[in-house]
């Protein structure tokens, strides 16, 4: 049993054989995935999916790309929109300095709101973060003093500080398609420290095919090869890689588990 803990299959790169990304899904066994949020002018589409396949969860929020297209969007509007049942956490949100498609205005401003939305939810955080770390530290830090809340850091790519201060706080890491790549020694480096109990497995699908499927458009299933390599650097078979992320997946994502806490 494996889980994609992070993909996007409402973008139009599945549109034409979305039948048989299910399909490959099940021959490989992947029982289940998050279907992140980028915007929520998507979230109609993103529900409409889960609502047909049961083991496909929802994100609702706003990625730090869009910032600047949501400038007064509130954490009330975040709750108001979590309530579905097949919404299982907020975001992905953050802060990328990578590119400048939103100002860091709105980027903190709009994180912000999704931190609020997390804590009065409790439903937890999914953050992307690049080239970013101090101010996504800074953020995260000052609001969890005044109310602690759950998440994990998305398709981890940063420095060892940011994982130590996410492990801290108790959050998730997750690794991606990006732990196969050639110049990513140190990278796993970081992850071969990070513990069992804390580790997620993601594709990002499109995005990020893993080796050796690189350049090609990625999908849930390839999280085999995310678990593979992980099982290598951790030095475990990939039957507890399967188990261990598994599990993890749904002790941080507790509604999208009938044992949790949420009514369905």
Known sequence: MLVDSHCHLDYNDFEDDFDDIILHMKENGI?????????VNSL???LALSEKYPFIYTAVGVHPHNADEYPEITAADLVEKSKHKKIVAIGECGLDYYYDYSTKENQFRVFIEQIKAAQETGLPLIIHTRDADDDTISLLSEYYKKAPFSGEIHCFSGS????????????YISASGMITFNKSGELR??????PLNRLLIETDS?????VPLRGHRNEPANVRFVAEKLAQIKDVSFDEI???TSENFYNLFRKA???GRYEF
């Open 242 to 244: 399967a188990k261990v």
């Open 160 to 171: 060892r500080k940011l994982a130590e201060f996410a492990l801290s706080i108790g959050f």
């Open 31 to 39: 029982t289940a995935a998050l279907n992140a949020g980028n915007n």
């Open 206 to 210: 499109p995005f990020l095919a893993p």
């Open 189 to 194: 480096e970081i992850f071969a420290d990070i």
């Open 257 to 259: 588990s009938d044992k």
């Open 44 to 46: 109609d589409e993103q």
